[in-house]
């Protein structure tokens, strides 16, 4: 059975015809299924754990990247398919995942094509794409208890990336992009240097470091950190890698 988690901003009058559209093309794809809308009065882990209570094996998220992540978050610890229908404005997720825009992306799921990604584990919270760690933040990281790396510079990039820091305003998809299937997370210091305009912008290649498992710790005090789109996160932190740890479907042209 499918569930269709319809995040709050979707249900907007201005989206009414694409949902419309969305809604019909699964009814003639022979998809559809239980729809559940998200709200400031109930939980979205609340209502998915419900729709999987009722037999729901598929939960597909019609939003945006964020939408994604809070489903993602709440099926990661049981055996479901997850999906994604983009409603609005630019998914990095769709592009990644070779999933088409609103009613397109009906299509995608048809096809059921179905891969199985791994996941990141750090502090207990559940990360797909990356942790950032802010520059002018000095921070050690063990990795798999053989060695410790620290930044060269104050001003680099840290990434910590199982599917690469996709929310990251200078993301390039050619470039940045990681294997989230090869059981490992990678650890990147990124040289940056100030234009003559002040931006931030890439100065050479990164230096890459890849492991299983990792423990990041503040030099002098404790350091936050974003996760995804927006889990903050502080040191001590301990990451893992969760191999092939959850199924996602997929578009033909997916990057990975």
Do not use: W
Request: with cysteine; hydrophobic share 40%; charged share 25%.
């Amino acid at each position: 059975m499918y569930l269709y988690v319809y995040d709050a901003y979707v249900q907007d009058a201005k989206y009414e015809g694409v949902l419309a559209n969305i809604e019909n093309r699964l009814i003639e794809l022979g998809i559809n299924g239980k729809v559940e809308r998200l709200s400031y009065l109930k939980s979205p882990s609340e209502l998915i754990l419900e729709g999987l209570k009722r037999g729901a094996r598929t939960v597909v998220a019609v939003g945006n990247d964020d939408t994604f992540k809070k489903v993602l978050t709440v099926v990661s610890p049981y055996d479901i398919v997850v999906g994604l229908i983009p409603v609005g404005g630019r998914s990095r997720v769709a592009e990644v995942f070779g999933i088409g825009h609103e009613q397109k992306a009906c299509d995608t799921l048809s096809m059921r094509l179905v891969q199985t990604i791994d996941l990141l584990e750090a502090n207990q919270h559940v990360v797909f794409s990356s942790i950032q760690i802010p520059s002018r933040q000095m921070v050690t990281i063990e990795i798999d208890g053989r060695y410790r790396v620290t930044p060269m510079h104050f001003r680099d990039n840290i990434t910590i990336s199982n599917l690469g820091p996709l929310f990251r305003e200078d993301f390039d998809l050619k470039h940045d992009l990681r294997d989230p299937q090869d059981g490992l997370a990678d650890v990147e210091f990124q040289p940056v240097r100030r234009s003559m305009l002040g931006k931030p912008r890439k100065a050479g290649k990164p230096s890459v470091f890849s492991g299983k498992h990792f423990v990041v710790v503040g030099q002098d005090e404790k350091v936050k950190m974003i996760a995804d789109l927006n889990t903050k996160l502080v040191t001590p932190l301990t990451i893992n890698v969760l191999p092939c740890a959850q199924k996602v479907i997929v578009g033909k042209k997916r990057k990975f």
